[in-house]
């Protein structure tokens, strides 16, 4: 490669990662998630409400109950008992119990499979989705990231009621922020915690071979430090009867 070639892979690798967010967030102001891969209790509290707020219409059906037991350190009767519903055996995948025709039927929409959502759509998103649901003037749920999104607030009682509070912009009417018209059984921080909770849980379901590999990743680093020692030292021990 010569020097204007190289020039012009840089500009373009430079390119290519400073693009990447704006590709993945789509627009709007998004809340920063700052999600930690590796905090298994956070892992372990978002899974909890995920089975009891999300599954009954969102599938995750590439993840298994005993696969989630052993990424997370938990006994997998402990996980029977707290996560799994009815009769559900240990080595199955988190399918729900509506049929899709059904979930269709009552939303207009099928609730989509949430296996790889954190990929599509990425924690940003998916915290700011989780927050910014509020009540319109007919008392009907929306959204500030999907609007008319056909799913309802599944965490009102804990969040409590939004509000959208209006400005006027170049003549029409946008929404400015939202208010807390109605609090919760959580306080908003408390609430933010939990869409944090629930947001790692979604980030390591769309990825949980990453536990893993960040696993091995710090093995391979020990392991090039430990061998370019050990490789100079033999170097310094071969040189000492040239010298
Ligand atoms: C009562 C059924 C129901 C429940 C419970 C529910 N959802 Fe949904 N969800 C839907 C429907 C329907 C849609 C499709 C919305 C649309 O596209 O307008 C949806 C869409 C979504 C989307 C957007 C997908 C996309 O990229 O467009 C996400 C993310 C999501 N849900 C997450 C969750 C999480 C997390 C929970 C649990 C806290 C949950 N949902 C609970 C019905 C539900």
Known sequence: MNKKHFSAFISLALFLAASAPV??????????????????AAIQRGAKLFVNYCLSCHSASYMRYNRLAEDLELDEDLVMQNLVFADVKIGETMDIAMEPEAAADWFGKTPPDLSLIARSRGADW??????????DENGHWNNLVLPNAAMPHVMWQLQGIQKPIYATHDGHDVIDHLTLAKPGLQSPEEYGETVHDLVTFLEYLSEPAKLKRKNVGVWVLLFLTLFTLIAYLLKAEYWRDVH
């Open 126 to 135: 998916l915290y700011t989705y989780l927050k910014t649901f509020y009540q």
């Open 23 to 40: 590709f993945a967030a789509g627009g709007g102001a998004l809340e920063t998630a700052d999600i930690n891969i590796r905090d298994t």
